[in-house]
């Protein structure tokens, strides 16, 4: 009975203590245990910022407060010991005995992946530039120039950005009588840039359009145009803009200037379908010189233009066939919704699509069928489609292989799944050209069920299975 | 970063502390030339690595400035069919390290300075370019300077390789920074930087200096009573390093973190075990010294006169 008052009191002690350190922290380590409080009081905020600390995921948290502590147990914490409303949990610390690796970035790395890539903008519905002095433009044989303009004194000057993996030995600017130029190819699109003055990095004071670079400083921001927005007359009016699906139909965000009988504005679109409509002086007009309008739910009239690739479709034969349509991911699988139409001996249907990865199937008379001219396959929800890529930006081989009867390809753009790319036949090889997102990709061939690597590939790198991955570096600008 | 070496164990007394050395094959300092007083250097980020542009043969590529790295080290993706010098399965210790071997380059260069021989070593470096999506050709290890001094500017992203006068010394007209916030003096082991610290004026302890580490490390068992008195930030389970099924992470903050004579506060640290990296430095370690050190300020390392100086300090 003593044994027990001592052990109480000493158990309300404890609890006291715990409380009063609870208002500091709630997060300690003591005796190779690492120690948390949870205090049923607090806010659920305050209780998932400790929880995130302590290591417990899960989002049915707030579960804790109900005295449900499954979440806490399954992160391997033991509660110790419970007051009114401050609980303890223990865990212990077992660094001692982990086997940590022995180089510190197999654990720095690991701890904290990089999202996206930074140093390469994530890609936008459209872009206006925006200079207090032109300092980069396209030239009329299409490249862009970047002009720094001074720096006389200069030894060298780079230009470094997206568009040549950010370089620091190379991207000489050539020195002219007013600054330093330099000529660039470039895909309509986003991009960030520097300039590296005698290796001192500087952005580009005269372009307002800037994104925080993750450290200390700005990369500037350049849009290669893609599209000019053309509206005949209306010479009268004193204000025209532009405005659409692509900005949320911001009226007063791209104005058109004014040229002799007529008014335009360039900017960069990115690709797929786009509605808008002009403003001339605070009244909507559709555009005249585009016969493709829809009409939206309010009434409006909306001018219609589709950017991107022509991706012809063609069924050959089926002479008989009343109807042949092509549906895929890109119409949602409409079946009664693109016609292919009878030209000579084939039909055809020539779209516009976003560049990216497709299955389709044709449907003729009613009757599903994959392309018969293309041995390319995905499988989607245990359908096999046929597979086409808009606007591919690589093409994967395999020579030889041809008693093989499946070919596929996985890797890092599709989570490794396994069945969904089947290679398909062309000459001597096995090919499928892919829209693969940028940056490194990992990928295998499976040849009738084998996994191997890419035996006209050098590069690979050891995987958890020690049979290596393949490895290519997707370039946006390629 | 550790890189990785065939080592045989030794022990020596610095400062009054014994330190298990381990000694490797010796490899004389390469042979470097370059038309430069200070060579200036663009610094490209990646998280938290600083990424200078070098060429080997005719290929340019990124390389981690890796104080943490004795030599220059080849990622085993690009550089695979190098000649081999010696085979050696180095490190071995979780079998993360499997078949890193040795080789010999010839014409490497940073942009105008050139080495007219190096010895490297290949090994996977795949985990650096999963984890930061970024092309890395490798690391350039210490030795690499080890007749310069070179100044980070953490700040501007710049690296400065100056060439040094007669004493050992940055020529005054070079010197790009003035009135250093923090001077002191370095050991340099088997190729790795140690700076002696000390926390909370009772533990001493040697750390290296690592700018591949993206985060301070410390050692927990030599730190256990230290770690009682720490913030504990966080706490996690990292599954899937290397050969290890999980790892059991603690992060921590302190103050009072003492080098040379200057005080840092609100230092982040990782509490780990640390064993098996004393064995890839080549030194039993206490420590590990990474970014969230050398972010305080503009730092210069003196590879002549073994002298590290930060200046500025940002908190």
Same mark, same amino acid.
């Given at each position: 009975m003593k044994l027990t008052r001592h052990i109480i009191i000493a158990m309300l002690l404890l609890l006291c203590g715990i409380v009063a350190y609870a208002q500091q922290s709630n997060l300690i380590a003591a005796k190779d245990e690492l120690v948390l409080l949870i205090d049923l009081r607090s806010s659920k905020p305050n209780l998932f910022n400790v929880l995130t600390r302590a290591g417990v995921q899960g989002s049915n948290n707030t579960q804790v407060l109900k005295g449900n502590f499954s979440s806490l147990y399954n992160a391997g914490w033991k509660?110790?010991?419970?007051?009114?409303?401050?609980?303890?949990?223990?865990?212990?610390?077992?660094?001692?005995?982990?086997?940590?690796?022995?180089?510190?970035?197999?654990?720095? $790395?690991?701890?904290? @992946?990089?999202?996206?890539?930074?140093?390469?903008?994530?890609?936008?519905?459209?872009?206006?530039?925006?200079?207090?002095?032109?300092?980069?433009?396209?030239?009329?044989?299409?490249?862009? =120039?970047?002009?720094?303009?001074?720096?006389?004194?200069?030894?060298?000057? @780079?230009?470094?950005?997206?568009?040549?993996?950010?370089?620091?030995?190379?991207? $000489? $600017?050539?020195?002219?009588?007013?600054?330093?130029?330099?000529?660039?190819?470039? =895909?309509?699109?986003?991009?960030?840039?520097?300039?590296?003055?005698?290796?001192?990095?500087?952005?580009?004071?005269?372009?307002?359009?800037?994104?925080?670079?993750?450290?200390?400083?700005? &990369?500037s921001i350049y849009y290669r145009y893609n599209y000019?927005?053309?509206? @005949?007359?209306?010479?009268?009016?004193?204000?025209?803009?532009?405005?659409g699906s692509f900005n949320k139909w911001n009226a007063g965000e791209i104005p058109l200037t004014?040229?002799?009988?007529?008014? @335009?504005?360039?900017?960069?679109?990115?690709?797929? $379908?786009?509605?808008? =409509?002009? &403003?001339?002086?605070?009244?909507?007009?559709?555009?005249p010189a585009n016969p493709t309008k829809i009409k939206d739910d309010k009434g409006n009239t909306n001018s219609v233009i589709k950017l991107g690739e022509i991706a012809t479709f063609q069924l050959n034969g089926y002479d008989d066939a009343r109807k042949v349509c092509v549906a895929g991911s890109f119409n949602n699988w409409k079946p009664d919704n693109l016609y292919l139409k009878r030209v000579n001996d084939t039909w055809v249907s020539p779209l516009i699509l976003t560049p990216g990865n497709y299955g389709y199937k044709f449907i003729v008379d009613g009757k599903w069928i994959t392309d018969p001219a293309n041995t390319c396959y995905q499988v989607e929800g245990g359908e096999t489609n046929s597979f086409v890529a808009v606007k591919p930006n690589h093409t994967f081989r395999l020579r030889g292989y041809n008693n093989a009867r499946t070919v596929r390809v996985t890797g890092t753009f599709n989570n490794w799944n396994e069945d969904q790319y089947i290679m398909g036949r062309k000459g001597d090889e096995w090919v499928m050209s892919m829209k693969l997102p940028e940056g490194k990709v990992l990928y295998k061939y499976i040849v009738d069920g084998n996994w191997m690597l890419d035996p006209g590939n050098k590069l690979w790198e050891p995987n958890e299975h020690n049979t290596g991955n393949s490895i290519i570096w997707v370039d946006g600008n390629n | 970063?550790?890189?990785?070496?065939?080592?045989?164990?030794?022990?020596? %007394?610095?400062?009054?502390?014994?330190?298990?050395?381990?000694?490797?094959?010796?490899?004389?300092?390469?042979?470097?030339?370059?038309?430069? %007083?200070?060579?200036?250097?663009?610094?490209?980020?990646?998280?938290?690595?600083?990424?200078?542009?070098?060429?080997?043969? !005719?290929? +340019?590529?990124?390389?981690?400035?890796? *104080?943490?790295?004795?030599?220059?080290?080849?990622?085993?993706?690009?550089?695979?069919?190098?000649?081999?010098?010696?085979?050696?399965?180095?490190?071995?210790?979780?079998?993360?390290?499997?078949?890193?071997?040795? +080789?010999?380059? +010839?014409?490497?260069?940073?942009?105008?300075?050139?080495?007219?021989?190096?010895?490297?070593? #290949?090994?996977?470096? !795949?985990?650096?370019?999963?984890?930061?999506?970024?092309?890395?050709?490798?690391?350039?290890? +210490?030795?690499?300077? !080890? %007749?310069?001094?070179? *100044? #980070?500017?953490?700040?501007?992203?710049?690296?400065?390789?100056?060439?040094?006068?007669?004493?050992?010394?940055?020529?005054?007209?070079?010197?790009?920074?003035?009135?250093?916030?923090? %001077? *002191?003096?370095?050991?340099l082991m088997n190729d790795v930087i140690f700076l002696k610290g000390n926390i909370n004026s009772t533990h001493d302890m040697w750390f290296a200096f690592d700018t591949g580490a993206e985060i301070?490390?410390?050692?927990?068992?030599?730190?256990?009573?230290?770690?009682?008195k720490m913030e504990i930030l966080s706490t996690s389970k990292l599954t899937g390093v290397g050969n290890n099924p999980s790892l059991q992470i603690i992060y921590a903050r302190f103050d009072n973190l003492l080098v040379g004579d200057r005080v840092f506060m609100k230092n982040r640290v990782m509490l780990t075990n640390l064993d098996n990296m004393g064995k890839a430095y080549g030194h039993s370690v206490d420590g590990i010294l990474g970014y969230d050190f050398f972010m305080r300020g503009i730092f210069t390392v003196n590879f002549v006169k073994k002298e590290f100086e930060m200046y500025t300090y940002k908190l």
């Open positions: 509660l110790k010991a419970k007051q009114k409303y401050v609980l303890q949990f223990t865990k212990p610390i077992t660094v001692n005995t982990d086997r940590v690796p022995a180089k510190p970035y197999l654990i720095t $790395m690991s701890v904290k @992946q990089t999202e996206g890539r930074p140093g390469y903008p994530a890609n936008v519905a459209y872009g206006v530039n925006k200079f207090s002095r032109v300092t980069v433009w396209e030239l009329p044989t299409g490249v862009t =120039r970047f002009f720094l303009p001074g720096n006389a004194k200069a030894r060298k000057v @780079q230009l470094s950005g997206s568009f040549n993996s950010w370089t620091t030995s190379k991207g $000489m $600017m050539t020195k002219t009588d007013s600054g330093w130029i330099s000529d660039i190819k470039l =895909r309509p699109g986003i991009y960030a840039y520097k300039f590296i003055i005698n290796g001192h990095w500087i952005h580009d004071t005269n372009n307002a359009l800037s994104e925080h670079d993750g450290h200390s400083g700005f &990369n000019t927005f053309k509206l @005949q007359g209306e010479t009268s009016a004193s204000r025209v803009t532009v405005a004014k040229k002799s009988d007529y008014w @335009q504005a360039s900017l960069y679109l990115h690709d797929g $379908m786009v509605l808008y =409509r002009f &403003n001339v002086d605070g009244r909507w007009v559709a555009d | 970063m550790a890189s990785c070496l065939q080592a045989n164990a030794h022990k020596v %007394k610095v400062g009054g502390a014994e330190i298990d050395v381990l000694y490797y094959e010796p490899d004389p300092d390469p042979e470097t030339y370059g038309d430069f %007083k200070t060579l200036v250097v663009p610094i490209k980020r990646a998280g938290n690595l600083l990424i200078v542009e070098a060429k080997i043969d !005719s290929l +340019t590529g990124n390389f981690v400035l890796d *104080t943490g790295a004795p030599h220059l080290v080849l990622n085993a993706t690009y550089f695979r069919d190098m000649p081999r010098i010696s085979d050696h399965q180095s490190g071995g210790i979780n079998g993360e390290v499997a078949n890193t071997f040795k +080789t010999e380059v +010839t014409g490497f260069s940073i942009l105008d300075l050139s080495y007219r021989r190096l010895r490297a070593d #290949v090994t996977d470096l !795949s985990a650096i370019e999963n984890g930061r999506n970024i092309k890395i050709f490798g690391l350039l290890g +210490t030795r690499m300077f !080890s %007749k310069f001094a070179i *100044t #980070v500017d953490i700040f501007q992203n710049v690296l400065y390789i100056h060439k040094l006068d007669e004493t050992g010394a940055i020529p005054a007209a070079e010197q790009v920074y003035h009135d250093p916030y923090l %001077k *002191t003096s370095f050991k301070n490390l410390m050692d927990y068992r030599k730190s256990k009573k230290l770690a009682e």
